[in-house]
């Protein structure tokens, strides 16, 4: 199971924390990433990391601003820290788990968690 948390109302140039606790799965044998979904818009990979091959991923409009990380010593989670963010960044943000490497397609993904609303106000 993956379960995101940490969503919430910000203002443009604030910060958010979403965190995604993992269980039933072996943590490290799984890429994590971080996907959004705009209202009627296809869902967008933001970010992606996977400990096999070392691989983090950022989509241009968040580099510099997101940074993934995980915890697999006290607790298997994976964290997604928002800086600066931006209206556009509005949207519900999931965390997902695919095998071993990443993927920027959103489908072929294996676990999703349900989902946490960000909603950056202007």
């Known amino acids: 199971q993956l379960q995101a948390s940490g969503g919430g109302l910000v203002q443009a140039g604030g910060s958010l924390r979403l965190s995604c606790a993992v269980s039933g799965i072996t943590f490290d044998d799984y890429a994590m990433s971080w996907i959004r979904q705009v209202p009627g818009k296809e869902r967008e990979v933001v970010s992606c990391?996977?400990?096999?091959?070392?691989?983090?991923?950022y989509a241009d409009s968040v580099k510099g601003r997101f940074t993934i990380s995980s915890d697999s010593n006290t607790e298997n989670a994976v964290f997604l820290q928002m800086n600066n963010l931006k209206p556009e960044d509005t949207a519900v943000y999931y965390c997902?788990?695919?095998?071993?490497?990443?993927?920027?397609?959103?489908?072929?993904?294996?676990?999703w968690g349900q989902g946490t609303l960000v909603t950056v106000s202007s």
């Open positions: 990391m996977s400990k096999s091959d070392g691989t983090t991923y």
């Open positions: 997902a788990a695919h095998a071993v490497f990443c993927t920027l397609q959103s489908p072929q993904h294996n676990y």
